[in-house]
């Protein structure tokens, strides 16, 4: 099993990225295959005492994507980055699964341009973890802003199977987000998605939920629209910074509050762990032909181990060869 | 100045809405219209040793409306409850506003049928305050799951009048709630949302925001499709149900952490204070021809004498008024 980590990608690149591909390849037992510029690779290796046996190193000539860059860039001017050299490395058999921690946009285009979507999926998603009670999947977390109900369905299936096979929950729950709890509710797409997900026997379809049970955890996978779903993502994310918020303007206060900190300082700490994004690892892009995990923009080394075991666990899944030979996609497209 | 208050709707009815609206009476130095029945009624001001000098109560003959009921109960089988019969009270002119923290369906719908839209506007918006740092309304919070590019311009529109004229906000920063910053991000709706409101000088348009930033505080409008900002909405409390949730724990922990409570309690209240919904009121719904405010189903009676001044600043506002003489819309449809 070789996990191609695209080490120039994120705002901690290449320290932290390759500081936690190597970490997760000691507790993953995977080889890696490492895209970037080699002598600073070689030297974060060094600096934390990591040998690189089971490593290869490819060096990327081109410039590097960065956060402000097109999306289409990856295949265009910057089709030399490190990104892109390890969208192709994925694409030629060179490893079975891929990691970075790059422009999404970018990540997204240069996949499904350059890996593919799986045959009868009609558009790939972003299946974002959420960090609260046990690990939720939420699909599509930004990578379609307009679906069909035909979508969402496919990525209940996806999701489903995700949640199974690679997060080791067994018969996962899912529900469609929506603007209320009863049947009728949403538009036309929420509600010819929950009239379709409610007839298909191998998905644990929970009925709609609302906005304010995302934070419950009591569901494994949650369904949108890519718009719909950006929004609730980063309405959470908002959400997280805010509680660190809060407790930082309850403990600095005044005196007294600064004295609780004292004695709360273990519990507050442990809050903070427990509702990281770091340990969950990164978001895979559910509907390309090839596992890809990406990461958090902000991912530290923590972050990225998780990433390269959720990568392994992913294509040993075969779980994109089971979804090719679904293809029960009525609206399915034909792959050139 | 004559609010009427729907006395008998709402999870905390009678008690606190009767209570709630006696001390917005005193503190607003307005005159009530009491909808419910009156033994009720003159109990509570009697326990909570208030004059009903100045109210008039109006007894209801029918079953008042739960939260279970459906939309359009108000307009039929319970045509006679207390909401119903304080929306025909304030349609007939026995008051200048209304007040109720029943049902918001039947709500919504018994004030689009009884009391109709202002002429020119499309469709109502629900306008819900979020309490992160100054008030922000968020229009539409959930009345109509879809809307056109020209709905949410009125929205903008009235939203801002709204924070200026009821809530006293300078020049009020109305943004849009998005996939992303970028002008080009979005559905075909945000995209040409976007396009219309950057050209309206009276709306003070400071671009799209994504989810993260709503508890930033920064805006004083946030405009939304209903689908969106219902989801939006309930994510934020979810939020905030997931910090208090985050507080308790981090201060039940251990025997440490439950001591460090007793230092931070001050400041913790401070914190349950600054980010409650209760002194901020309710939601006005934007479009209707009379003002109406709806509180939270829980509202208590702080809320509630809140909603009675949000009531009182609608009504005196001339804003309905201001709204009809625009006509605008190129979408207007005649009112029969």
Redesign the interface.
């Known amino acids: 099993m070789k996990i191609i980590v695209d080490c120039m990608s994120g705002d901690n690149a290449p320290e932290e990225i390759v500081r936690g591909a190597l970490e997760g390849k000691q507790k993953e037992n995977v080889e890696l295959l490492l895209v970037g510029n080699e002598a600073a690779i070689r030297e974060v290796a060094s600096k934390y005492n990591f040998s690189l046996d089971g490593c290869t190193i490819v060096e990327n000539t081109g410039e590097n994507i960065t956060m402000e860059d097109d999306a289409t860039s990856v295949v265009k001017e910057k089709n030399e980055s490190s990104m892109a050299v390890a969208l192709k490395l994925l694409k030629d058999g060179q490893g079975d699964g891929m990691v970075s921690a790059g422009n999404t946009g970018a990540l997204l285009t240069g996949a499904t341009l350059i890996l593919r979507r799986i045959k009868g999926v009609r558009r790939p998603a972003l299946g974002a973890v959420l960090p ?1 009670g046990t690990p939720t999947l939420l699909a599509d977390a ?1 990578a379609q ?2 679906c069909a109900p035909e979508d969402l369905v496919m990525f209940a299936r996806m999701g489903s199977m995700y949640m199974n096979k690679v997060m080791g929950v067994e018969n996962p729950k899912v529900a469609l ?1 929506n ?2 709890a009863e049947e009728c509710k ?2 036309d797409l929420q509600k010819e998605t929950y009239q379709a997900l409610k007839n298909i026997p191998e998905i644990n379809f929970a009925g709609n939920i ?7 955890g009591e569901y494994d996978v949650l369904i949108a629209d ?3 779903g ?10 997280g ?3 660190k ?3 930082s ?3 600095y ?2 005196f ?2 600064k ?6 300082k ?3 700490n ?2 903070r762990k427990d ?1 990281s994004y770091d340990s969950h690892g990164g978001a895979p892009f559910l509907g390309i032909a090839k596992p890809v995990i990406k990461g958090h923009g902000s991912s530290n080394h923590i972050s990225i181990a998780a990433c390269v075991g959720q990568a392994k666990r992913y294509a040993e899944s075969g779980m994109i060869e089971y979804i090719a030979s679904l293809k029960t996609s009525s609206t399915e497209e034909k792959d050139a």
């Open positions: 609260f930004g802003a307009v987000i603007n209320g949403g538009t609302e906005g304010r049970e995302i934070f419950d890519g718009f719909t950006n929004i609730v993502l980063k309405t959470c994310e908002g959400a910074k805010f509680v918020k809060c407790l303007d309850v403990f206060r005044n007294s509050s004295i609780a900190y004292l004695f709360a273990g519990s507050v442990q809050l509702t």
